[in-house]
């Protein structure tokens, strides 16, 4: 005889309405003022509904009153759920905006989130695809137009380094065949101005001369789906996951692989940081260094071998 079923763990309380409503206000906020896009406020949007319910269980019912008890309890919570350090670090940064906006709005004196920090996380180093992995991802079957699409998608992500939101918001005028380059609207609405190669843009070109297969009339996007309009971020993922698979590629493949393996292999054959910071929209050298798993020997080499007072040091040696 079956023993009695485990307990299932309570599901969260839901937010309060005054909650709730400065959630979305500040939702608002984000649409209207800082112009991110629909992913990115989805993200906000989930993980502040979330904490909100979480707070509510610890006695919450207006933002004003948020203390820094208990966003400490908060993040001691998710960690007893079993979150990973970066999951929590993400929400904790999502609680930590919207409490930067809580301010401005009056709502509160300081922000109480920004002394609360996640349990300390290793920082894997993602891995790039090297170039014969690349060639055997992208042999596709021509004659299907939803292949050509796929080819191109990842020619492109692969070429110009660009983020999945960033190619998903790409329009068929953005492309700019005869000058070689791509208009792309990144992070924070800042537009950069990206060089294609020649394989992408064979295989844009191979792409448009199938698309009215599959997009409407007036669909300005230029990736559709087979429901004839903007591909999502979400069909994007699975299509690459799915092509990796295909192709019996040993790791799992999906847009930011290819980001960063175009990086990596920009860096390795350039060795110019500045300028795949420049590519990548990277506000923040230290981010691309972390892309392109730079570590201290290979700064240092490239130091000794550029700065003129390690040169000078190194001949009077």
């Not at 939702?27 to 989930?46: F, I, K, N, P």
Request: glycine fraction near 6%; charge should be positive; proline fraction near 5%.
């Amino acid at each position: 005889m079956a023993g009695p079923e485990p307990a299932r763990p309570a599901a969260p309380k839901p937010a309060t309405p005054e909650l709730a409503v400065a959630i979305a206000d500040f939702l608002e906020y984000l649409r209207v003022e800082r112009q991110l896009s629909a992913h990115t406020r989805d993200g906000y949007g989930r993980h502040l509904h979330a904490m909100a319910g979480q707070l509510a269980e610890l006695h919450l019912s207006q933002w004003r009153a948020l203390t820094l008890v208990q966003v400490r309890g908060l993040a001691t919570r998710l960690h007893k759920q079993g979150l990973s350090p970066r999951s929590i670090a993400t929400k904790l940064s999502a609680l930590r905006s919207f409490c930067d906006w809580l301010v401005l709005q009056g709502q509160l004196a300081a922000n109480p989130a920004k002394g609360v920090s996640a349990p300390k996380q290793g920082r894997p180093l993602p891995k790039n695809l090297d170039v014969d992995e690349l060639h055997q991802l992208m042999n596709l079957d021509e004659s299907d137009p939803l292949a050509v699409r796929d080819r191109a998608i990842m020619e492109l992500l692969y070429s110009s380094g660009l983020r999945l939101d960033e190619l998903v918001s790409l329009d068929l005028g953005d492309v700019q065949f005869a000058e070689r380059q791509l208009r792309v609207i990144g992070k924070g609405n800042k537009e950069r101005i990206l060089p294609v190669g020649r394989m992408a843009l064979d295989w844009l070109e191979k792409w448009l001369a199938v698309r009215g297969e599959l997009a409407g009339p007036d669909e300005p996007a230029l990736f559709v789906s087979k429901q004839r309009r903007r591909i999502s971020h979400r069909s994007v993922q699975l299509r690459l996951a799915k092509r990796g698979q295909q192709q019996a590629l040993s790791s799992h493949v999906h847009p930011h692989k290819l980001r960063h393996s175009f990086a990596t292999h920009m860096l390795e054959s350039s060795g110019d940081l500045r300028a795949v910071q420049e590519l990548l929209g990277h506000a923040d050298l230290a981010t691309t260094q972390i892309y392109t798993h730079l570590d201290f020997q290979h700064l240092a080499k490239a130091y000794d071998q550029a700065h003129p007072r390690a040169k000078r040091r190194k001949e009077e040696e």
